[in-house]
């Protein structure tokens, strides 16, 4: 898509879905019970993105263009009380298609998946499906992918494969470490400071060229920092990275990090008063059971 018209769109999905949400609050509100209930706000979103994609598979034109620039980014998020996790961004400009050509308006950009963005190379001709809605909005991606293919790559990013190397070894350079030696709550009212974790843990981003490749690959791993304590920007480290997946690489003689220990640990003492709550709620509820068909049973 056009950035002019991505931020448009992202900013009208952004406040059209809040006015409609908003809008089901009021009238549940003055009537006085669940008349509209939220959850179609979330259903209609989805639909009409899962619906746009079909619409562009169907009525968009093929057309050919240049790679005019790349770029692969790594991008830090932050899930279940600040466990750090991250994911991968692939974006690609190509030039606009000719006799589509909107003056003013900025090249596009599509989103492919790894391995086509690997083959790409800046100046060659790729081909891209795109769909013109007026002289602002300009949706496309590569021609052989489609609303199924991306739906598969969400999943496969919730539910990532593991690969099957062989896996060979290599030597790569390290760019950046962020260790994770405490847990922060968000309040630190009534005493509260930070947990020490008892399984630290460090995020390195690295750097290595596999061999057969003109560009270097970004990589992640999540290990102990007792397994390697002096880990440092701008050091080299032995890495084994998958044949198959060459942005699978692990440090040699890391162990893996726990993010999930560390956080039931630090949790332990909440989730076991849970639990006994949930135990004495079950057993006063057999009680009360067992009691009222005693009472069934019994003469008047």
């Known amino acids: 898509m056009n950035p002019e018209g991505a931020i ?7 406040v059209g ?4 949400l908003t809008l089901f609050r009021l009238v549940n509100f003055f009537a006085g019970r669940k008349v509209l209930p939220l959850w179609i706000p979330f259903v209609l979103l989805i639909g009409l993105l899962v619906g746009g994609s079909l619409y562009l598979d169907t009525a968009g034109t093929v057309h050919e263009v240049k790679v005019t ?9 932050q899930f279940f009380y600040r466990t750090r996790q991250w994911r991968r961004e692939f974006s690609v400009q190509v030039e606009q298609p000719p006799g589509t050509e909107t003056p003013g308006m900025s090249q596009l950009t599509i989103n492919p998946d790894a391995a086509s963005y690997d083959a790409m190379q800046v100046g060659q001709p790729v081909k891209v499906r795109m769909l013109k809605l007026g002289d602002l909005f300009r949706f496309a991606r590569l021609a052989d ?35 994770f030696t405490e847990h922060r709550p968000r309040s630190r009212r009534r005493g509260y ?28 791993d999540n290990i102990e920092i007792a397994s390697k304590p002096d880990l440092a920007e701008g050091q080299t480290v032995p890495i084994t990275w998958a044949e198959d997946n060459p942005r699978e690489a692990r440090i040699a003689g890391g162990r893996p990090g726990r993010p999930w220990a560390n956080l039931i640990y630090v949790f332990g003492e909440t989730l076991a008063i849970l639990a006994l709550l949930v135990v004495i709620l079950l057993i006063l509820g057999v009680a009360w059971r067992r009691r009222k068909r005693c009472r069934a049973v019994l003469p008047p």
């Not at 448009?8 to 952004?14: K, R």
């Not at 879905?17 to 409609?20: D, I, N, P, R, Y």
């Open 8 to 14: 448009i769109f992202s900013l009208g999905l952004l």
């Open 17 to 20: 879905f809040g006015l409609l």
């Open 69 to 77: 620039d790349k770029r692969e980014v790594i991008k830090y998020t």
């Open 145 to 179: 992918r489609s609303t199924f293919s991306i739906i598969s790559d969400y999943i496969g990013e919730l539910f990532p494969p593991e690969p099957h190397g062989p896996w060979r070894e290599a030597t790569a350079t390290v760019l950046q470490v962020n260790k």
């Open 193 to 220: 400071g930070p947990t020490p974790l008892p399984w630290p843990y460090q995020i390195v981003r690295l750097s290595y060229t596999p061999p057969g490749r003109t560009a270097p690959v970004e990589v992640m």
